[in-house]
T-cell receptor, first 113, second 115 residues
Framework: AQSVTQLDSQVPVFEEAPVELRCNYS??????LFWYVQYPNQGLQLLLK??????LVESINGFEAEFNKSQTSFHLRKPSVHISDTAEYFC???????????FGKGTKLSVKP | EAGVVQSPRYKIIEKKQPVAFWCNPI?????LYWYRQNLGQGPELLIR????????DSQLPKDRFSAERLKGVDSTLKIQPAELGDSAVYLC?????????????FGQGTRLTVV
């Protein structure tokens, strides 16, 4: 069975600092990987996804994630965060024939001025 | 274009009472999901619909939970009777099809508190 581990429940950082939100997955089959973001009082939104091809995927607001098969990781990074990036971030995996998203517990990113 | 609409946003009920949640997916989306998100956890799938057919309800506690999607559009999720452990956020999502190349869009959720 697939599972997702987000190692950090909360990550506080200062504005303009780099950030990495860690995600590890377990799966015995090929996977699709996702990062979702939930801003305060809003629904979950897809941030980026890896389905195939280039292992480095980017979002429109400067986040990127790299699929690392050997380390079974899909960490999310941003070189310089903004106050507006404050949100909860969820890593998710879909694998095999089950086809439904399995989410991690989420990481709350808090960007301070 | 309107997103996925859920109502109510908040609900407080006493245990053993029934409760229902409503979801209006994005127009034209054939796939509809209900997730439950417990405090401090990620969402967990309860049921998935393809049009009006429930194609994956393996995680739905069928003794007290039921769902329907009449005419393959709106959906309701019901709990009867509610238990204290049912307190959670119930999320509805929809996508054009059941395909990882298409994005699932989530509603804001219904926060249920059972007292």
């Amino acid at each position: 069975a697939q599972s997702v581990t987000q190692l950090d429940s909360q990550v506080p950082v200062f504005e303009e600092a780099p950030v990495e939100l860690r995600c590890n997955y377990s799966s015995s089959v090929s996977v699709y990987l996702f990062w979702y973001v939930q801003y305060p009082n809003q629904g979950l939104q897809l941030l980026l996804k890896y389905l195939s091809g280039s292992t480095l995927v980017e979002s429109i607001n400067g986040f990127e994630a790299e699929f690392n098969k050997s380390q079974t990781s899909f960490h999310l990074r941003k070189p310089s965060v903004h106050i507006s990036d404050t949100a909860e971030y969820f890593c998710a995996v879909d694998g095999g024939s089950q086809g439904n998203l399995i989410f991690g517990k989420g990481t709350k990113l808090s960007v301070k001025p | 274009e309107a997103g996925v609409v859920q109502s109510p946003r908040y609900k407080i009920i006493e245990k053993k009472q029934p409760v229902a949640f409503w979801c209006n997916p994005i127009s034209g989306h054939n796939t509809l999901y209900w997730y439950r998100q417990n405090l401090g956890q990620g969402p967990e799938l309860l049921i998935r619909y393809e049009n009006e057919e429930a194609v994956d309800d393996s995680q739905l506690p069928k003794d007290r939970f039921s769902a329907e999607r009449l005419k393959g559009v709106d959906s309701t999720l019901k709990i009867q009777p509610a238990e204290l452990g049912d307190s959670a956020v119930y999320l509805c999502a929809s996508s054009p099809s059941f395909d990882m190349n298409t994005e699932a869009f989530f509603g804001q959720g219904t926060r249920l508190t059972v007292v």
